[in-house]
């Protein structure tokens, strides 16, 4: 499937979700873009390591980058207070205009450091664990380790450190629909998949 459905698909998710626990419109509004950004997630993969240059999927990458970047500022304007406020608005402009040059894979890893940097002098373990992914995703090949079960956990924690950070219910029911409704309709049970996904890395290559 293709950047543009699995954000449909992760924003869907992110509004059954939402809907599940009646959230008022401001919550829902963020739970749909939490849903997009999970969604599109394991694709931060893409190319693997078979081309150092992104054509087609860079628009991917400034996708989720700047969505990132839009969810930090409305995080620190919910969140933050005083200074903390104006930092992490500072930062989340900056991935913004950051991410929209990513055009080459070597950019991604430098977001992911970015991003743990940040996370880690915000003293924010989600967003230390975000940039990890975000690291790890720009070095494995396409559709293995980001399309996997360990990719799901990962994801799941993190998620759940953002949702106790952030006090929002709903947030790591959202991220993990999201991403596993990535991996669903990237699977070889929809016929017009021919690859599948490799869901028991590393204990098995499998494709489901
Ligand atoms: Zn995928």
Same mark, same amino acid.
Request: glycine share 12%.
């Given at each position: 499937?293709?950047?543009?459905?699995h954000?449909?698909?992760g924003?869907?998710?992110?509004f059954?979700?939402a809907?599940?626990?009646?959230?008022?419109?401001?919550?829902?509004?963020? +739970?749909?873009?939490?849903?997009?950004?999970?969604?599109?997630?394991?694709? =931060?993969? /893409?190319?693997? *390591? +078979?081309?150092?240059?992104? #054509? %087609?999927? &860079?628009?991917?990458?400034?996708?989720?980058? @700047? +969505?990132?970047? /839009? $969810?930090?500022?409305?995080?620190?304007?919910?969140e933050?207070n005083?200074?903390n @406020?104006?930092?992490? $608005?500072?930062i989340?402009?900056l $991935?913004f205009?950051?991410t929209?040059?990513i055009k080459?894979? &070597?950019?991604?890893t %430098?977001?992911?450091?970015?991003?743990i940097a940040?996370?880690l002098?915000l003293?924010?373990?989600?967003?230390?664990?975000l940039?990890?992914f975000i690291?790890?995703?720009?070095?494995?090949? &396409?559709?293995?380790?980001?399309?996997s079960?360990?990719?799901?956990?990962?994801?799941?924690?993190?998620?759940y450190? $953002?949702e106790?950070?952030?006090?929002?219910i709903?947030? @790591?029911? #959202?991220?993990l629909?999201?991403?596993?409704s990535h991996?669903?309709t990237?699977s *070889?049970? =929809?016929?017009?998949n021919?690859?599948?996904v *490799?869901?028991f +890395?590393?204990l098995?290559s *499998?494709e489901?």
């Amino acid at each position: 499937m293709n950047g543009t459905a699995h954000a449909a698909v992760g924003a869907a998710t992110g509004f059954i979700v939402a809907n599940t626990y009646t959230a008022p419109p401001t919550e829902t509004a963020l +739970l749909v873009s939490i849903g997009v950004v999970a969604g599109l997630l394991p694709d =931060l993969d /893409i190319d693997g *390591k +078979l081309r150092g240059r992104i #054509t %087609l999927s &860079h628009k991917l990458f400034q996708s989720v980058g @700047q +969505l990132i970047g /839009i $969810l930090m500022i409305v995080y620190s304007m919910y969140e933050g207070n005083g200074t903390n @406020q104006y930092i992490g $608005l500072g930062i989340g402009l900056l $991935l913004f205009v950051f991410t929209s040059f990513i055009k080459q894979r &070597h950019m991604l890893t %430098l977001t992911g450091i970015a991003v743990i940097a940040v996370g880690l002098s915000l003293q924010e373990t989600w967003l230390f664990l975000l940039g990890i992914f975000i690291l790890i995703a720009s070095v494995v090949s &396409h559709r293995s380790y980001t399309h996997s079960l360990l990719g799901v956990v990962f994801v799941g924690y993190i998620a759940y450190r $953002l949702e106790m950070s952030i006090g929002l219910i709903g947030v @790591q029911n #959202t991220c993990l629909a999201g991403y596993i409704s990535h991996l669903v309709t990237d699977s *070889k049970f =929809l016929p017009f998949n021919k690859r599948g996904v *490799k869901l028991f +890395l590393p204990l098995s290559s *499998k494709e489901f």
